[in-house]
């Protein structure tokens, strides 16, 4: 089995060649990083193989003289922990972000981007451009701005790594391990490691915890976005990209609002993401709002209904960058926060007893006074492993393409905290941010949990597990774990099972007992989360797990306009020459079996469905040594089989969802609609190193019979251009 990292076990001599090739890379990540060096440039001068792996060159990995670097993505010492033991620091929860009026924006938002110009830095070309990097003009204006007109403001800045000194967790110090939020939040994974640079941790307002984001259907929020990141390009730490573009995943809005990946924009530029908060349907079906299953819960306790199919209610979103070829590196210094949902069916307020609500483990209103949004016991967990240098700075490494994996494990960027837990229900929305990571979790003493949804959307019934399904990247498992089978002072653990042996995909899952042994040689194996059991609750648990939730939409009467084939593998190439919107890389897509495997070029149309339509797609992997959890923007799908049957189809993956994990050498059969909002949208691997290296294609839902134009975006202003190609399978 080969290594992900060198263990503890290795020599001094081990330890320090690793670390001296690691340092000795590091130029080439930054020239890489810096837009200096290109990925063809190093193939031309034998560093990188034509697989895309750094060459087996003395001095640069310790492992080529063992000839295993083709299984290694990193060759790096282990991340040194300056003496700090697991389950020593409480878990902070996730750092509620304001809601404000929207007389709070200056200046006001407004349909089309705003086009007033400012100066430009120098290091970005000077002169003058816009102060919103959203593209200019009609095509790229808010969908629906007037009839869903934003309610309530939120605004962040994306900024280096600073202490966080207005800390809002939405609950009290006794819900948050006894936190005071007027205390100072370091940006460092454990009180005792070093704080993080500014160059190398880049997180909303720079800081710690991951922001969580609050909304409610039929309320539309303004979400402005302030890139506050270097100018200079080069101020990264050796990795990361200053322009950036936010994807709110799953989002059922206008492209305008989704976090194309060629939309991004630069420091000291902003971008207003409208989220209208709309049940997908709302212009076909329900369109008066008269079933009350449709609708949102309103401050005095009672339901405001709303248009659309209430079948297509969400609930656990999360946001993160989308940069054209950076997003792994984006996303793993910080830019990733969480979105929850609110609903008449998932109001977050269990004690309302209206025939609607779920009434689903989240704190009670009469106790709060918040009619919705409890988050006593509705604990968000964003799980990511990373590593650090032997300085404590976050480190990625960029030379092998399959997958970048850290060798230590994070939970709410919280080197491996403690929970404290009262005796009973919780439920726990969990996020899997790693970059190429898998996971599977179990608890320590083998007892059950209750799966409610899957990819933020609830499940048609609740699933008992003692082991989850392995987690893709990207993909969202809300789970309930009743705590009142526990004592007061018992202490239980949540487990990794999934074994690593570098980023293509899963080695192996394993048993909960060789998981808990310590043997495996991956080192975020194991316990990563403790659970500490500290005292009955002040009020009898009310809430309830039913047995029926949210069954699917019935899709059966609606004609299936097209089928679409979309195959995932190497080897793709590139047919474009379009300097910003095309890249060249180790990973491809084939679009209906027409053509080659293609690198992906975001100005390349490979796919256009038809407004109001209902299409099957199939999902391929092209080959048994890699897995690939595949996103579809915009509208959610339903599995119809995967390998061919139905039966193939565990229950958990019978619900709604928008990441679908092919397995080696697998497919996976999907149905969706498309509705309600238009623009250029994506379909990619979020491995993201493999979407970073070209496994992304862009496709289309256009009403009109002109193709939609591409944004170029530049500091000094965005242009749009035609398509560099329209496949004939998106004609």
């Not at 008066?288 to 209904?305: F, W």
Request: proline letters at 8%; a negative charge; aromatic letters at 10%.
């Amino acid at each position: 089995m080969s290594r992900i990292y060198l263990p503890w076990s290795a020599s001094k001599a081990q330890l320090k060649e690793a670390e001296d090739a690691r340092r000795q890379r590091l130029d080439i990540v930054k020239a890489l990083s810096w837009g200096q060096l290109s990925r063809r440039d190093l193939l031309k001068m034998g560093l990188f193989t034509s697989a895309g792996l750094l060459a087996p060159i003395r001095g640069f990995s310790p492992f080529a003289s063992a000839q295993v670097l083709n299984t290694i993505p990193t060759g790096a010492p282990p991340s040194p922990m300056f003496g700090v033991r697991p389950f020593t620091q409480p878990m902070a929860r996730f750092d509620v972000l304001p809601r404000m009026g929207m007389d709070a924006l200056t200046p006001a938002p407004t349909a089309l981007a705003n086009q007033t110009m400012q100066p430009v830095h120098e290091s970005l070309g000077g002169g003058f451009g816009p102060i919103e990097g959203r593209p200019p003009g009609p095509m790229w204006a808010h969908q629906q701005f007037d009839r869903f007109a934003p309610q309530v403001a939120v605004e962040a800045t994306q900024r280096g790594a600073m202490s966080n000194e207005i800390y809002s967790p939405g609950v009290a110090s006794d819900k948050n391990c006894g936190i005071d939020p007027a205390g100072v939040c370091r940006p460092c994974f454990h009180p005792d490691l070093p704080d993080q640079h500014e160059s190398a941790f880049w997180t909303f307002n720079g800081t710690v915890p991951p922001k969580l984001l609050i909304g409610r259907y039929g309320e539309p929020i303004l979400f402005r976005h302030h890139n506050g990141l270097p100018a200079d390009v080069a101020a990264n730490g050796g990795f990361g990209r200053h322009t950036i573009s936010t994807h709110e995943h799953n989002g059922h809005h206008g492209a305008e609002n989704d976090g194309f990946t060629g939309a991004f924009f630069f420091p000291n530029q902003f971008y207003d993401y409208h989220y209208p908060i709309v049940l997908a349907g709302w212009s076909s079906m329900n369109v008066n709002a008269t079933d009350i299953m449709a609708s949102s819960p309103a401050d005095n306790g009672g339901l405001n209904k709303v248009a659309g199919d209430w079948h297509e209610t969400m609930s656990t979103h999360w946001f993160h960058d989308h940069m054209f070829s950076f997003t792994a590196q984006n996303v793993y210094k910080g830019n990733a926060g969480m979105f929850n949902l609110y609903s008449g069916l998932d109001r977050g307020a269990e004690d309302i007893d209206d025939g609607v609500n779920l009434r689903l483990p989240s704190g009670r209103a009469s106790v709060t006074g918040k009619s919705w949004g409890n988050l006593d016991y509705d604990v968000n967990l964003m799980l990511a492993d990373k590593a650090w240098d032997q300085d404590g700075q976050m480190y990625f490494d960029i030379f092998d393409f399959d997958g970048f994996l850290g060798d230590q494990m994070t939970v709410n960027l919280a080197h491996k905290p403690y929970f404290e837990v009262e005796r009973r229900k919780y439920r726990f929305r969990i996020l899997n941010a790693s970059v190429s990571r898998f996971f599977k979790v179990a608890l320590s003493d083998g007892s059950p949990m209750i799966q409610i949804a899957n990819d933020g959307n609830l499940f048609p019934h609740p699933v008992t597990l003692t082991e989850l399904d392995e987690q893709g990247i990207a993909e969202r498992y809300d789970i309930v774990i009743d705590f009142s089978r526990y004592k007061i002072g018992d202490k239980v653990h949540m487990v990794n099972l999934c074994e690593h042996e570098n980023g293509k995909k899963p080695a192996k899952d394993l048993p909960l007992s060789k998981a808990l042994s310590g043997a495996s040689l991956d080192p975020c194996v194991g316990r990563f989360l403790e659970f500490r059991i500290i005292r009955d609750p002040a009020q009898p648990d009310i809430s309830q797990v039913p047995d029926t939730m949210i069954p699917n939409p019935d899709l059966s009467r609606i004609p299936i306009a097209r089928e679409r084939t979309f195959e995932f593998g190497t080897g793709g190439t590139q047919t474009s020459t379009n300097p910003v919107a095309a890249f060249s890389g180790q990973w491809g897509i084939k679009t209906d079996n027409d053509g080659p495997m293609l690198n992906a070029d975001y100005a390349r149309i490979s796919a256009a469905p038809k407004p109001g339509t209902r299409e099957i797609w199939t999902l391929k992997n092209a080959g048994g040594g890699w897995d690939h959890p595949i996103h579809i923007h915009f509208e959610e799908g339903q599995v119809l089989a995967r390998n061919g049957k139905l039966s193939n189809v565990p229950s958990w993956e019978r619900g709604r969802k928008d990441v679908y994990r092919l397995r080696p050498s697998g497919t996976i059969t999907i149905t969706m609609q498309f509705r309600d909002f238009g623009g250029t949208f994506m379909e990619h691997c979020h491995n993201t190193v493999h979407e970073d290296n070209a496994m992304l294609v862009r496709w289309d839902i256009n009403g009109n019979p002109q193709p939609l134009p591409t944004p170029i975006p530049t500091p000094q202003g965005v242009t749009l251009i035609d398509p560099d190609d329209i496949l004939p399978t998106a004609r």
